[in-house]
């Protein structure tokens, strides 16, 4: 089992930055897969960016440029910085974790993030 702990959510105007971490723990192995979802109201959940334990970066079309997804595999956390912020950012963002080869899928509290236009 991994238990996943997300913060950093919260509102902002438009044109502003947010920066949200996701803490992992429990049975970690490599390689993983840690990222983030969204999910606005009345909409299915959408990838928004992903990184591999060896860094490899994926991002969503819709927030290149202007997101940036990291991890410390040390210390297990995913950090997403969201600049440039748009009022269709809003959603509730969700941590993802997925264990490669245990082809397993666990999925944090989710975190709001709302930007004020």
């Known amino acids: 089992q991994v238990q996943l702990v997300e913060s950093g959510g919260g509102l902002v105007q438009a044109g502003g930055s947010l920066r949200l971490s996701c803490v992992a723990s429990?049975?970690?192995?490599?390689?993983?897969?840690m990222g983030w979802y969204r999910q606005a109201p009345g909409k299915q959940r959408d990838l928004v960016a992903t990184i591999t334990s060896g860094g490899s970066p994926n991002y969503a079309n819709s927030v290149k440029g202007r997101f940036t997804i990291s991890r410390d595999n040390a210390t297990n956390t995913v950090f997403l910085q969201m600049n440039s912020l748009k009022s269709e950012d809003t959603a509730i963002y969700y941590c993802?974790?997925?264990?490669?080869?245990?082809?397993?899928?666990?999925w944090g509290q989710g975190t709001q993030v709302t930007v004020s236009s």
């Open positions: 429990g049975l970690i192995f490599r390689p993983n897969v």
């Open positions: 993802n974790f997925a264990g490669t080869l245990e082809r397993t899928n666990y």
